[in-house]
């Protein structure tokens, strides 16, 4: 009923690209899309896609910028996830940081996107904002803490030893070794919490630990 829909084309190119010998013709289909209606989002995401599929980064980016640009009030979400992938990919710290920044924005209340951002920040090196990062989503966690035994309360335990191993990282042996002593929930893996706990003794000169560790 209407074949000159661009949107609708752009789809047919994403179906055709996943077919043996047919690339070229998705690079079409997405091409008169983009004829059609310059201005479409849709047809802009696809074309990244596909350029994506062919592993010609720069140009992905670009379409995938374009397409956030065309529809900055809409639901952009999918278009931000894969320029994310794409930017941690190629290693742009910088856009995967911003990118996972918007993600938080627009979604809160997806814990993936707060430890998303957190690990942006620690791959930046801005260790103390990606502590800063996960204490604000455990906070969240506990006005409702998971059940005993679930995965939900697994994955917290994960979260306070990953923040407790980039303080360490940082220097502030101290403020790790207070958050493992003291754990805002239960810590699931006692024997890496307590490995983590003798790094965190040794660093600050503990004897018994210095001699544990000479001996091994």
């Not at 690079?27 to 209606?37: I, N, P």
């Not at 065309?70 to 639901?75: R, V």
């Not at 906070?139 to 979260?159: K, L, M, Q, T």
Request: glycine share 6%; hydrophobic share 45%.
């Amino acid at each position: 009923k209407c074949p000159d829909h661009a949107e609708s084309i752009a789809m047919k190119a994403l179906c055709v690209s996943g077919q043996p010998d047919r690339r070229d013709e998705a690079h079409a289909l997405c091409k008169a899309a983009l004829a059609k209606a310059i201005g479409s989002h849709v047809a802009w995401h696809v074309f990244g896609i596909l350029h994506r599929a062919d592993r010609n980064y720069p140009e992905a980016v670009k379409c995938y910028k374009r397409a956030l640009k065309l529809d900055p009030e809409g639901d952009a979400s999918q278009v931000l996830r894969d320029l994310a992938h794409l930017q941690i990919q190629t290693r742009d710290l910088p856009g995967f940081a911003e990118s996972r920044a918007a993600l938080l924005a627009a979604r809160p209340g997806q814990r993936h996107n707060w430890l998303s951002l957190a690990v942006a920040r620690h791959l930046q090196g801005a260790c103390a904002t990606a502590v800063q990062i996960l204490d604000s989503w455990d906070e969240n966690v506990a006005a409702s803490p998971p059940p005993p035994g679930s995965a939900e309360e697994f994955e917290r335990s994960e979260c306070i030893l990953y923040a407790a191993s980039i303080q360490l990282e940082a220097g502030d042996a101290a403020g790790a070794l207070a958050r493992l002593e003291r754990p805002a929930g239960p810590l699931r893996d006692a024997v890496g919490a307590a490995e983590m706990r003798a790094t965190a003794l040794e660093a600050l000169g503990h004897e018994s630990c210095v001699l544990l560790r000479r001996r091994l």
